[in-house]
């Protein structure tokens, strides 16, 4: 497992480049990754924003302050670091990422059309 001031501006650069990319922040990117923000600073900058992205690599940042980062979140197993290091925002192994979408496209397949979870 990566130090945690590591991992934390992987969570980060990510964050950045999807905030620079969807919204154009102009924030500096160094003072952004180096981790000089705090969690609240981020969250001010993130404020009224409903994105699935930002609320996945949030969580993940949470998740490393609290120290389940890598964790899969449904069986408690170490998260293969190689996933991790592709997208550091993953909450499932690959097992129960496996599982779970597969159930996402039976619950899909048996809803009938139009109708919304
Ligand atoms: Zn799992």
Not at 21 to 34: I, K, N
Request: proline content about 4%; overall charge neutral; charged content about 30%.
């Amino acid at each position: 497992m990566k130090s945690k001031r590591v991992l934390r501006s992987a969570i980060l650069v990510r964050l950045y480049d999807h905030l620079t990319d969807a919204y154009g922040l102009e924030s500096p990117r160094e003072s952004f990754v180096s981790g000089q923000l705090a969690l609240r600073e981020i969250d001010a900058l993130l404020a009224f924003k409903s994105d699935p992205r930002i609320d996945e690599l949030r969580g993940a940042l949470e998740r490393l302050e609290q120290g389940s980062f890598g964790t899969c979140i449904a069986c408690k197993k170490e998260i293969n670091q190689d996933l991790l290091e592709v997208d550091p925002a993953m909450r499932l192994c690959e097992r129960c990422e496996r599982l779970y979408s597969h159930m996402r496209i039976m619950t899909q397949q048996s809803m009938p059309p139009g109708q919304v979870l």
